[in-house]
């Protein structure tokens, strides 16, 4: 597992999709806004910042029901376009993604059991399925340090899995544990440990290619599925696109 050296907060980490030596393309962003308060955001498939264009119903399940969880694509609600400015989780508990809009400011918003500190259990967890690399816009400069490249061969797309926690939290034992049943001991998951002295994260991710006739069922852009839990039994499960 690569590590970022520990720091008094985690700083903004890039995460490009490259096809060639110079054409990359910013799928997404994270940092520690502020102490104990996690941000990310997302790339576009036009714009530099994504727009937020379409939306799932809203799921609360148990962890059972989770385990066996699928999105289907005709569920996907379009909705105006707005430019996303990022998802921020505050100190307090609170979730909300921000628009560019004055008249539909905070969307999506969460209130989770309890505050963000250095002892807190998972408290982001979310899933990423990129769209295929040719749709995304590509930068025009250097790759900003500290990033991850993420090699992706025409026709195929990354799925991500993100999780951050306090950071005395063993959150890399429990990532290893879920990778290793998924993978069934027959192969291991590239990750990446973000360190700061409050908060960690871990991210894991795979290159899978995507046949035409799922390409074209799919809304277009980056799918993100976040899971929040809100008690012992129940877990809102929340499904955004971003394009």
Known sequence: MA??????????????????????????WFKEH?????MLGFG??????AQFCFEYPDRNVSLEEMQQLRTEYKNFKPRKRIVADHIIVHQDGKIHLKLKDQKEKYVHKVRLS???????????????LSDILSKYKKTKSVPENPHVKLNVPPNHVVILRC??????YNLEKIVAEEEAT????????????????????????QVTKIDREALN????????LLRFQL?????LIKTITFA
């Open 231 to 235: 008690d012992s039994k129940k877990y």
């Open 182 to 205: 998924i993978a069934s001991g027959q192969r291991s998951f590239p990750a990446v440990l973000l360190d700061g002295k409050a908060i960690k994260g871990i991210f894991t991710w």
């Open 114 to 128: 309890g505050p963000i500190n250095d002892q807190a259990p998972v408290f982001l967890d979310f899933f990423v």
């Open 44 to 49: 576009g498939l036009i714009t530099d910042n």
């Open 163 to 168: 999780r951050f926690s306090g950071a005395k």
């Open 34 to 38: 502020k102490l104990n308060e996690m």
């Open 217 to 224: 069922n799919r809304p277009e852009g980056t799918i993100v």
């Open 3 to 28: 590590k970022q050296n520990i720091e008094e907060k985690i700083e903004a980490t890039r995460l490009y999709l490259k096809q060639s030596a110079n054409d990359y393309s910013k799928l997404l």
